[in-house]
């Protein structure tokens, strides 16, 4: 196993699909920030519902890269799931892989901890990112820097990380089914930005929403409930979450660990042709 | 001793059918010795690689047993001792190719070491810090068989290892695949040059529509040889050549006689033949090339 991992860091380090989305999440926290500070500082004048500028500040950087994360992570988490998985398939290398010492299982357990790993590197830039593009407008608009309890700060990169592995999970085992990266990833993202949305729109609007409860079983709903929860009296009035939040980290768990597991059998049972 | 002489592949009724019905290898009885080089010849699409990805654990048989290296096809233990290159070699691309040797060498559980010590072997020492996605066709397969060698395997299997390479690039393998097959490493090459196969390899299994044709060593497998003779007259000359080695070793047809004897007799001939006044036009060895007996077992007449 410890084989494996590093065989697995060895190879994903340099990955290009890695350092891109590390730098895509990084450039799109910088960009937000950027956007949002001029809209708070240069609010419309018939506009009501301007922007506030304390949603910028380093005691509020959890909350605002919590909805960073959802926009723009999940996708990236299915993007690179189904990258890292189908590509094994395009290039030839899980006979490669496959025909060293390591068994199949074991090969795929390294694979999922490196992956993994790396998504918590990709939640991690997200947040010191967040954090010190936080501290540049605080320098600027002359506010007192003040950060968030140590606590909080893990409980947001963890909820960032599961909700990461959870859609990283579905690129994955879309990535073993289809044993193509890019039919992968296609499919990953129709799935995620406008089935499942549709799905759970259409079952909510079901007799008064008798079956609300169906909807609330699927991934972005409970990631969504999770994050939302990351949340202060700064960005305004703001409704409950949907979901408890006890409730989405036990569904999102169950869909990274359900879906490893299908794609493990997948990887131990078919033959690689 | 006795491990020594037990065979390093055995196969039993090996099959497999995929899921469309196809029958792809058909109750292959195999078996691979020691130390030896065995050449496994077929056509395309007869089941070669498919019975080299059983014997790795790649693909599932259907039916029927294999013993790879003293282990089922797949088992950690027998991968352990099996270096293969398998349908092309499979890297990534934006690694270089001593990095990629790195990542097998950590799966493998072999030193860093031993990386350089292929790359050595291989001759690619110097280019081997360019991106294997930049790399000519030739030098990927010498990336493929380098990794193929990092475990320092009791039992290579080579899979086409010259295919789709230029004549010099095929010059530089077979040296290569000649350097590597000696000492007390087996090696199972699978290939359609026949030319190497029959300079190479101590024994040869041909496969044809998933069944093993033919199995056993190449000088049995090229038959006995023989001596053509063109003289005349014929009449006389046929009466000679009976006299002389019966009238089941001689084949008259079309002018000439095909003798089933000893090159070695040549002489013989010549001096028998004329002491009884018949002239000689033509005499020479006869042998059948691998090519010959290839097409005769395969019934591809075209080869591939």
């Keep these: ?273 | 001793m006795a491990m020594e002489n037990a065979p390093i592949v055995e196969t039993h009724g090996l099959s497999k059918r995929f899921g469309s019905g196809f029958l792809a290898v058909d109750g292959v009885d195999m078996s691979v010795r020691r130390g030896e080089v065995y050449g496994f010849l077929g056509p395309n699409g007869a089941g070669k690689t498919t019975t080299l990805k059983m014997l790795v654990g790649l693909i599932g048989a259907t039916s029927g047993t294999a013993t790879v290296a003293g282990h089922a096809p797949g088992d950690p233990a027998g991968l352990a001792k099996i270096g293969c290159l398998i349908e092309g070699p499979g890297f990534y691309p934006y690694l270089s190719g001593r990095e990629n040797l790195r990542v097998v060498a950590d799966l493998a559980s072999v030193s860093q070491r031993r990386v350089d010590e292929v790359l050595d072997l291989i001759e690619m020492t110097s280019r081997a810090g360019r991106k294997f996605g930049t790399y000519s066709t030739g030098m990927k397969m010498r990336i493929g068989v380098a990794a193929a060698l990092l475990k320092d395997p009791e039992l290579l299997i080579l899979d086409e290892p010259t295919a789709g390479l230029d004549p010099q690039g095929m010059a530089e393998m077979r040296k290569l695949i000649t350097d590597i097959g000696h000492g007390e490493r087996t090696v199972l090459i699978s290939s359609h040059l026949l030319g190497e196969v029959q300079a190479t390899c101590d024994r040869v299994g041909v496969i044809s529509n998933g069944k093993l044709v033919r199995e056993s060593t190449v000088e049995d497998l090229l038959g006995d040889e023989g001596v053509f003779v063109r003289a005349e007259p014929s009449e006389r000359a046929n009466e000679v050549l009976t006299r002389m080695f019966g009238p089941a070793a001689v084949v008259h047809e079309n002018g000439h006689f095909n003798l089933k004897t000893n090159p070695a007799q040549s002489l013989a001939i010549n001096r028998q033949l004329m002491a009884s006044g018949v002239a000689v036009s033509e005499l020479r060895p006869v042998e059948r090339s691998l090519e010959d007996v290839f097409f005769q077992l395969t019934g591809d007449k075209q080869g591939s």
């Design chain 1, 1 to 273: 196993m410890i084989a494996t991992i590093r065989a697995e860091w060895r190879k994903n380090q340099f990955r290009p699909a890695f350092l891109v989305s590390l730098g895509v999440v990084a450039a799109s926290t910088l960009f937000v920030y950027g956007i949002v500070w001029y809209l708070a500082t240069h609010p419309s004048p018939g506009n009501q519902q301007g922007v506030s500028i304390l949603t910028l500040y380093p005691d509020q950087f959890v909350n605002y890269v919590m909805g960073i994360g959802l926009l723009l992570g999940e996708a990236m988490a299915v993007v690179l799931g189904a990258v890292v998985a189908g590509s094994e398939y395009s290039w030839g290398t899980t006979k490669t892989m496959l025909t060293q010492r390591p068994g199949r299982l074991t090969n795929w357990s390294g694979r999922v901890v490196v992956f993994a790993a790396g998504l918590g590197i990709m939640a991690l830039v997200l947040f010191a990112v967040g954090a010190a593009s936080s501290v540049v407008v605080a320098a600027f608009e002359h506010h007192a820097i003040t950060w968030p309890a140590a606590l909080y700060i893990a409980e947001g990169l963890a909820a960032v990380w599961l909700v990461f592995i959870a859609n990283g999970a579905i690129g994955l085992a879309l990535g073993v089914l289809i044993r193509h990266s890019a039919a992968a990833l296609g499919i990953g993202l129709i799935y995620v930005l406008a089935v499942e949305v549709l799905g759970v729109r259409f079952i909510d609007s079901l007799n008064n929403g008798a079956y609300k409860w169906i909807g609330n079983l699927f991934v972005g709903q409970n990631a969504n409930a999770l994050l939302q929860s990351f949340t202060s009296p700064a960005f305004g009035p703001s409704a409950p979450p949907a979901i408890a939040t006890n409730q989405a980290v036990l569904v999102l768990a169950v869909y990274f660990a359900g879906l490893i597991v299908v794609a493990a059998g997948l990887l131990r049972l078919r033959d690689v042709t």
